[in-house]
């Protein structure tokens, strides 16, 4: 499966050290270790934390072809905190090098030909509408490819009109409980009737979206299919760092979706290995697929392939 990723190459900037991140960045990485060839569209500053980036891509079998160097604006970071729910907190300063990624990037002749089968983005870079409208013409040009949004909220990074017409483009998208409790209550005139199931059905039917996956920490996730919903458990670790583990969710799942695994089966994976890099320290931690395997259970890993 070749799938080319839109969005930021990051520092996690936490009180006592930075860890290389970000949403795309780490959706890719966890992609490349399951045999996936993942290529990120994105961008570095010309400085120090940019040449340890692209460093670290090359360490963890990125290719960065598709990185630009910007030399008038910083290598992104996220200031990491945590908020009252213990849930971890982000604050992003804008504009970065990220937000310079140019629209005539030079892998896109290459990888169009290769036969691109997803195209993934999220919402952070889509706020600047120069990169939403690449974004937009990468949908076209990588046709038939289908479409993963991986929403990843950011407070004072999105509005509701853009995540509309994201989601309008999406084949799956991927969402935490509280994300679909928010864009349910924007949009509907009884907040208070608030269920996944409703929220589901109501925002695939008017965005014509094939598959929702809602994360629920440690309780698992909620997998909206064509109609049909499956709420699947989730796994007990002891949680070391939370930062990452819903990218590792998604590439996981979008691993067993490509094979065809039945739902339940994808569900499972993608919560092992969400649970796996939860219980570890970075977004990236080390991992290997039997560990994942053997987390789902090994009576159970032979219907893994």
């Known amino acids: 499966m070749l799938v080319c990723g839109i969005g930021e190459i990051l520092w996690d900037v936490f009180a006592d050290k930075e860890r290389f991140g970000g ?12 045999g996936h060839t993942a290529t990120l569209l994105s961008a570095v500053g010309k400085d120090e934390r940019g040449r340890m980036a692209l460093e670290q891509m090359r360490s963890l079998g ?17 200031s ?24 005539d990037i030079a892998p896109l002749a290459t990888m169009k ?26 949908v076209q040009q990588f046709h038939p490819a289908r479409r993963f949004y991986d929403l990843n909220l950011r407070t004072g990074q999105w509005n509701l009109p853009l995540v509309q017409r994201l989601s309008s483009l999406a084949s799956i998208m991927k969402l935490n409980e509280g994300e679909a409790r928010t864009l349910y209550g924007l949009t509907t005139k009884k907040p208070s009737e608030f269920s996944l199931g409703k929220f589901c059905r109501i925002w695939a039917s008017t965005h014509r979206i094939d598959v929702i996956c809602v994360t629920l920490g440690s309780a698992g996730c909620m997998i909206y299919d064509r109609g049909e919903i499956y709420r699947v458990a989730g796994y007990e670790v002891t949680v070391r760092d939370t930062v990452g583990s819903g990218d590792a969710f998604a590439a996981a799942f979008l691993h067993g979706y490509d094979r ?46």
């Open 23 to 34: 949403a795309a960045l780490n959706f890719c990485a966890h992609l490349h270790r399951l």
């Open 62 to 78: 990125l290719s960065t072809e598709g990185v630009q160097e910007i030399a008038e604006l910083p290598t992104g970071i996220a």
């Open 80 to 103: 990491i905190g945590v908020g009252l729910d213990g849930d971890p907190t982000f604050v992003i300063p804008r504009p970065a090098a990220f937000d310079a990624i140019s629209v």
């Open 113 to 138: 030909s290769a036969g691109v089968g997803w195209l993934y983005f999220g919402t952070l870079l889509q706020t600047k509408p120069e990169i939403e409208r690449l974004t937009t013409g990468l």
């Open 260 to 305: 065809g695994w039945p739902i339940r089966q994808t569900a499972r994976f993608a919560n092992a290995l969400g649970a796996l890099v939860a219980s570890r320290a970075g977004a990236t931690p080390n991992w290997t697929v039997s560990e994942v395997l053997a987390m789902c259970g090994a009576a159970e890993s032979g219907n893994f392939a």
